[in-house]
């Protein structure tokens, strides 16, 4: 690899700074320039809606690496800084304000994603909060410790990890989803359902089925809501977790093919040959599942990077970790892998306590493991990968049965 070779990545988030780091561990000795919008260094985001935010860990726990680190693997850090665009004929990123263009034999887009907002809310309007970047998560932890009462519309992950730490930081709270149960699309009902209880055993006020009219406001400040029922509710303040949008600006108006998020092959590159992808902007094809998808979690910013970096670097390389996420809410922790869309299983297989909260679950379509989620029971996630690598059917009866070792259902089903 020649030395003058100038690799540029955009997006100094998680992804952007593994990259880096896996192109020095790979062994590319040319340029690399990270270039990124915030002023922190890079950092990881699941610790801003879970210790950080409850006030469990330091700031200093959730940056990738210190700056001593950027400056001794050479890498060229860029930080408050935006990129406007990118000049795919001149291999160039063209930067905000007076800088010079950046000039690149290879890029990568790590430009993840941002919260989607709601019209309700106008930037006028202070006391509606969202949590995506670090200074959120700082301005989420001065509220809790001055409010009573916290609205939040939304009942995702984002939403139910922030009501865990607004509940254990002793604030009341209001869920406004407009869903039958929360997280329903993602896990169906018979596991959403779990997630209802824990909440409500915490004290949360669950509204399902509740559409937010307009935004209530106080001397300038959200108040409260009011519901297309008419409904009206009263908090300090709201807390918006409606899901994200991928950056795919800069990709689209290069000319890039984007169908919600930037599409890449397996090896993460894009269509231009030159510019590759990791993290919440790629919609990478899957090896295994057979189809592009795009994952919006941490563990895709972690372990994409070292592909992009080999690809860039012209080795062969693939994508194929099963997608994989994870939460903490007040006692429950779980850890999901495999992938399956609403409607696309026949059934949901619970092995174990559920009422107490210690099981695994899996999702089942033509008898094989599509996706499996274990629940405060730990050290199984090779086994849960494994039966869904296997593509083989099981026995339900015993995939049901904490006394079958997990590995034993790695044997197809005799179809006698």
């Not at 994603?113 to 670090?134: D, H």
């Not at 509940?167 to 407009?178: C, K, N, Q, S, Y």
């Not at 992009?308 to 994508?319: C, N």
């Not at 903490?328 to 696309?344: C, F, I, K, R, T």
């Amino acid at each position: 690899m020649p030395e003058a070779q100038t690799f540029v990545i955009v997006g100094a988030s998680l992804a952007g700074a593994k990259a880096a780091e896996a192109l020095r561990d790979q062994g590319f000795d040319g340029q690399i320039v990270l270039i990124g919008d915030e002023l922190e260094l890079p950092y990881e985001r699941p610790p801003l809606s879970k210790d950080y935010l409850m006030g469990k860990s330091e700031q200093d726990k959730v940056f990738v690496h210190d700056a001593d680190w950027y400056r001794d693997q050479r890498i060229d850090l860029r930080l408050g800084i935006t990129v406007t665009g990118i000049d795919r004929a001149r291999r160039a990123v063209t930067l905000d304000g007076d800088d010079d263009d950046v000039h690149y034999d290879k890029l990568l887009l790590t430009t993840g994603s941002r919260p989607r907002t709601i019209a309700l809310a106008g930037p006028e309007v202070a006391g509606v909060y969202y949590l995506r970047r670090l200074a959120d998560a700082d301005r989420l932890r001065e509220l809790f410790a001055q409010i009573k009462s916290l609205i939040v519309i939304g009942a995702g992950w984002i939403g139910l990890e922030v009501t865990a730490a607004a509940r254990e930081a002793g604030v009341a709270v209001t869920v406004l989803e407009a869903a039958e149960l929360p997280l329903l699309r993602v896990l169906g009902r018979e596991v959403a359902e779990v997630f209802a209880g824990l909440h409500r055993e915490h004290g949360v006020d669950l509204r399902f089925g509740a559409q937010v009219h307009d935004i209530l406001t106080c001397a300038g400040r959200a108040c409260g809501v009011r519901l297309n029922d008419g409904t009206e509710i009263e908090a300090d303040a709201l807390l918006v977790g409606v899901g994200v949008i991928p950056n795919t600006e800069l990709a689209a108006e290069a000319g890039l093919t984007v169908d919600n998020g930037l599409l890449v092959d397996a090896a993460l590159r894009s269509s231009d040959p030159d510019i590759f992808a990791a993290g919440d902007i790629a919609r990478a094809f899957h090896p295994t599942i057979g189809t592009h998808i795009r994952v919006e979690h941490w563990a895709n910013a972690l372990n994409q990077p070292p592909v992009a970096a080999a690809s860039m670097m012209g080795g062969e390389a693939a994508f194929d970790e099963l997608p994989y996420f994870f939460t903490d809410q007040y006692d429950l922790g779980m850890e999901y892998h495999g992938y399956v869309e609403p409607g696309e299983y026949d059934e949901v297989v619970f092995r174990g306590d559920v009422p107490g909260r210690e099981f695994i679950v899996f999702w089942v379509g033509k008898g094989r493991v599509l996706a499996g989620m274990n629940v405060n029971v730990w050290d199984v996630g090779d086994q849960v990968k494994a039966l869904i690598r296997a593509q083989n059917p099981v026995d339900l009866t015993r995939l049901a049965d904490v006394n079958v070792p997990l590995d034993d259902l790695l044997q197809p089903v005799d179809p006698r």
